[in-house]
């Protein structure tokens, strides 16, 4: 398992910035599982595949929860634009002594 990460997508809502960062809020979620060397097209045709199936939805881009430097109980959205994002993400996620099997948060 530690050549794959979890990640919690929420859909179907927005992304609301407040006093505490950024938070998702969404009327639907889904959880699934990726290989670490996933690419970035890779990723969001799964996602798409899953949300469409839910809402008949498409998804064009993918932000996932960063923990603001400063304050590591705030967070900031990120956007997934290439693949080297990805690494970073999972790099970032796994790398602060997360739990390995705790889920990346992203918004789609």
């Not at 398992?1 to 990640?7: E, G, L």
């Not at 505490?20 to 889904?30: H, L, S, Y």
Request: with cysteine; aromatic share 12%.
């Amino acid at each position: 398992m530690d050549d794959q990460f979890f990640v919690c997508v929420y859909f179907n809502g927005i992304i609301l910035t407040t006093t505490v960062g950024c938070i998702f809020e969404c009327r639907k979620q889904i959880s699934m599982r990726f290989n670490r060397n996933v690419l970035l097209d890779d990723m969001k045709g799964r996602i798409n595949a899953k949300i469409v199936r839910h809402c008949g939805r498409r998804i064009s881009r993918i932000f996932y929860e960063f923990p603001v430097l400063t304050d590591p109980i705030k967070f900031t959205e990120m956007e997934l634009v290439d693949n080297e994002d990805v690494e970073t993400m999972i790099a970032l996620h796994y790398g602060n002594g997360s739990n390995k099997n705790a889920p990346i948060h992203s918004f789609a």
